[in-house]
């Protein structure tokens, strides 16, 4: 009998520990989901995934934190011209470190019910900053990241939220248009006409401004066919062209659709010499809220101009390339 009752103990110690084990388990066994899992799960962000791995920003995404990932779909790395996310094996660590660093914010941002404003700061772990816009416009509430539109809000992750982009991010790695124009070895004409008439200096300040930079081939078109002609050219006569390429503020392609009314297709915009130009919206026919791009006329253009490139952002504002110069 008393071996039966030291059974019958054993056996209420054994299932005594089992169920404290049980109890204990779910909590210490529960994975953390963090955006590493939450990119890697997403069928539609292979490339992300591909680049994250090669250049090991993984394992920044695996560390406890608050983190944004700003993340761009498959679509964006093919519009910037990844075929397969087995290209991105092809690309320098660095260039993909320094992207992935650009793509991460230091703090948690949630958009959903965030506050209709236009080019608000964040900054990334790169240590240079994003600018994003929300606007109500129509029945829609869009929001844009760099002028890139938000396609999927508030993805949370246990070491933070993901948002995901429909263009792949250039990183912001110029403090100033001044740099950046001179980063660009296609606008070096118009950066000697900037020098000449005394306007660069102002492009390296603290005012923000958008710039629609002429680029070589445009310059020579208007008889300033290389940096001699620009020196001898008359300082006033110049200032006055430049100026009609420059506006104050910062505006990406995507900001002068965000702030045009519904309904209409194009925004005029006030240059620095006061003269206007007429910034077109380019979209698809009977899309709502679509949008592809810009077209600018100068007020004797005889016809807008696509430019060659849009977005090219510095600390102080953004350029905009163009293949043609504006004419008042």
């Known amino acids: 009998m008393k071996s039966i009752k030291y059974l019958y103990a054993i056996l209420m110690l054994l299932c005594l520990a089992n169920c404290s084990k049980d109890a204990v388990n779910p909590t210490e066994a529960t994975e953390k989901n963090t955006l590493n899992d939450v990119v890697r799960d997403n069928f ?106 938000l396609l999927q809000a508030d993805t949370r992750a246990s070491n933070g939220v993901m948002q995901v982009l429909d263009r792949l991010l250039v990183p912001n790695v110029h403090a100033n248009l001044k740099q950046a124009l001179a980063a660009n070895v296609d606008l070096s004409l118009f950066y000697q006409a900037l020098k000449v ?54 505006k990406f392609a995507q900001d002068y659709f965000l702030l045009t009314p519904e309904g209409q297709t194009s925004y005029t915009e006030t240059m620095l010499n006061e003269k206007t130009v007429t910034v077109n919206l380019l979209g698809q026919f009977n899309v709502p809220n679509s949008f592809t791009g810009i077209a600018i006329k100068g007020l004797s253009n005889p016809g807008a101009l696509t430019p060659v490139r849009t977005d090219v952002l510095a600390g102080n504002g953004v350029i905009h390339v163009l293949g043609q110069a504006l004419q008042q």
């Open 197 to 250: 008439t005394g306007l660069l200096e102002s492009l390296a300040g603290t005012t923000n401004y958008t710039v629609f930079a002429p680029n070589n081939m445009a310059i020579k078109q208007i008889g300033y066919p290389d940096l001699e002609a620009i020196e001898k050219a008359d300082p006033v006569v110049l200032k006055n062209l430049l100026t009609y390429h420059i506006a104050k503020g910062r």
């Open 44 to 149: 539609g962000l292979s490339f992300l995934a591909t680049a994250l791995y090669k250049s090991g920003m993984n394992k920044t995404l695996m560390q406890e934190g608050s983190f944004t990932l700003l993340a761009p779909s498959d679509d964006a790395y093919k519009v910037a011209g990844y075929r397969t996310p087995a290209q991105l094996y092809a690309e320098p660590a660095a260039k993909l470190i320094e992207q992935g660093n650009y793509h991460i914010l230091k703090d948690e941002v949630l958009f959903t019910g965030k506050d209709l404003k236009m080019n608000q700061e964040e900054e990334t772990l790169l240590g240079t900053k994003i600018y994003w816009s929300r606007v109500k416009r129509g029945l829609d509430t869009l929001t844009t990241i760099n002028g890139s539109r």
